[in-house]
């Protein structure tokens, strides 16, 4: 490795501190363990079959919620996920919505309303079934940050 390689790769790191903003001794982004990062918030994909009630305790538990889904890309990033984490072809997950207080009123599991800006092509994979069926889920919550 020659000096121009040094100096390529000085440049390079110091253009991607510039661009995201990270530098030593800055706070980052960082989920627990068994919890994925994107877009700012953290998410947990469960393998283990519970009704909605139950995995909305299990989300709890570990201090997020069932996902509230706010928008196209955060349901692109899911709908990849989920193909990477299904055994089966009917594989399915819980999602933090739900017309438990009024059937066809949909909520999110925070009482805001279903945005519908989503169109019907981000809702094909979304469907209504009983809460006590038991199915995977996927929990959300905010990131922790940590130091540089």
Known sequence: MGPQDVV?????????DQDEGVQVGDTCPKCEEDWELHGGKCYYFSTRDSS???????CRRGGGDL???DSREEQSFLELRVRQKMNKDDDSFWIGLTDSKEEGKWLWVDDSPLNTRFDSDDLKCWHDVPCIISLKSICEKLVSTGRV
């Not at 390529?8 to 991607?16: D, G, K, M, W």
């Not at 909605?52 to 299990?58: A, G, K, V």
């Open 8 to 16: 390529h790769l000085q440049s390079t790191v110091r253009v991607v």
């Open 67 to 69: 996902v509230k889904i």
């Open 52 to 58: 909605w009630y139950q995995s909305r305790d299990d």
